[in-house]
């Protein structure tokens, strides 16, 4: 086998090499996040942009640093107007759970779409994410 022939291979499999570990790389910061949304209080739906209840939320494979949104609806099924509070378990350390509600009443049988956003820290440690999202209706005043 001549020399230029053995120059290509060797940098055929170097690149080959390179290109497995990048996928690797990729593989591994891409982790599973995936969130119980519950809502408490009788008083309060929570539902998909298509109107099937929402108790769950798979925000699908995420990278380090990355956000990702979900769209819901939020509709009042009591007798009393209601403010909403939001909280969440996710850590603090691995990432934040926020959402575009802009703190207006939400009247009687009124439904609000509201967009929730996940994002994971830069430095976040762990690969897979179970967390619960809170969602409060109480009356205001």
């Not at 790389?25 to 739906?45: A, F, N, P």
């Amino acid at each position: 086998m001549s020399k230029k022939a053995i120059s290509i291979a060797t940098v055929f499999v170097l690149v080959s090499m390179v290109t497995i570990v990048a996928a690797i790389m990729v593989i591994k910061t891409q982790w599973g996040i995936r969130s119980e949304l519950r809502v408490l209080g009788d008083e309060l739906k929570v539902c998909q942009v298509d109107g099937t209840e929402c108790t769950s939320i798979d925000w699908g494979n995420m990278t380090l640093g990355a956000s990702a949104t979900h769209d819901i609806i939020v509709k009042n099924t009591g007798d009393d107007h209601l403010n909403l509070l939001m909280n969440s378990t996710l850590d603090t350390s691995v990432g934040s759970v926020t959402w575009n509600y802009t703190g207006a009443a939400l009247l009687v049988g009124e439904l609000m779409p509201i967009q929730l956003t996940v994002t994971i820290n830069s430095t976040a440690s762990r690969d897979t994410y179970m967390f619960d999202i809170n969602i409060y209706g109480w009356r205001g005043s």
